[in-house]
């Protein structure tokens, strides 16, 4: 049997004990925890004692699983001052991992086997695929509006903003190589491909806009494109983004549901005219907020929809349905994400999911 110890005391290894620890102490051989914080040093968590870390100088374990969100630091605590290997330390989605294994171990999908030999050599992330490694390094030049007070990057010729919370310039690189990776031609959270596409001359919404790569990459194509955002530092970072096309325009600051309620408002009350191309990315909102676009999308005749299917364990299936029940035809983007903030759920997801419902109709 596996031995394993856990540092962190915390929310995140008290959420992980709620949702793991049964399977995890009846798998491996938890011998405890370790934290840095001496007042909680020969106490006990989860019945289990709590160590200093000078433990590890007489411990014989296999595994150091860190609960805590200070993965890095604590890596480097450990690696510097005991005799464990990289190999040895493990982030908080340890066990995760562990579950997403076993519970797809035996699939006869292709493409979820290729996802399991790549969780299963290079451990989990949200896109386990080899094609992220090139973003990891790539070269992105990072420009500061000082008349404005925000960063900038040059996105495909033209110039995209980070909101002010944004204040370095590896915070806004980091960022910026995972959107570019996010949108590679094989990522399965890829919203738009060769056939499927933004025409010349469509009436677009982009709900959920954040920093606005979907829409600056079609913005020249659209005749007309609403941006749905709540996020008030975003959305003053795309005005100085889309500033340049001010005359097809429009900024919605609302909260898409299928019901209407001062912050909270249906694409029905808030476009009256036929659109021809759809994009959400909501946070998990996405199955209510097509809900109350029905009679939008009953009018729109020539409609494309790219609605985010990974934010909860079943949003595939909803999405679907409301779509084909729409008389749109479905289909997904190929390949699998394994995202872990479920947005309506209050555990970690061990399920993969697809990124991308599209829906069709008209073409």
Known sequence: MEKIILWGTGKIANDVMEQFGLNAIETYEILGFIDNDCRKQG???YNL???SPQILNSLDCDKIVILTDYFDVISKQIRENFSYEENQIKNKYFFCERAILARYQSSCDEEIKEV?????????TIFNYDYVNKYQHQEVCVEYDSECGMYFVVHNGKKMYFKKSFNS??????????????QDKESPHRYLDGSFKVEVGDVVVDAGVAEGNF???IVDASSKLYLIETDNEWIEALKKTFQPYNHKIVFIHKY?????????ATLDSLIKEPINFLKMDIEGNEWDALK??????EKSKRLRCAVCSYHTDYDEILIKEELIRQKLSCHVTNGYMWFPYLTQ??????????GIVRGERGY
């Open 345 to 354: 759920n209050r555990y970690i997801s061990t399920t993969l999911h697809r």
């Open 43 to 45: 106490q006990y968590f």
């Open 256 to 264: 898409l549901t299928s019901y209407d309620d001062g912050i909270y």
């Open 49 to 51: 004692p709590i160590y």
């Open 169 to 182: 310039e590896p915070m806004v690189r980091d960022y910026y190589r995972n959107l570019i990776s996010e």
């Open 292 to 297: 109350g676009s029905r009679k939008l999308i």
């Open 116 to 124: 399991i030999s790549n969780i299963t050599e290079t451990g989990l």
């Open 215 to 217: 829409a600056l990459d």
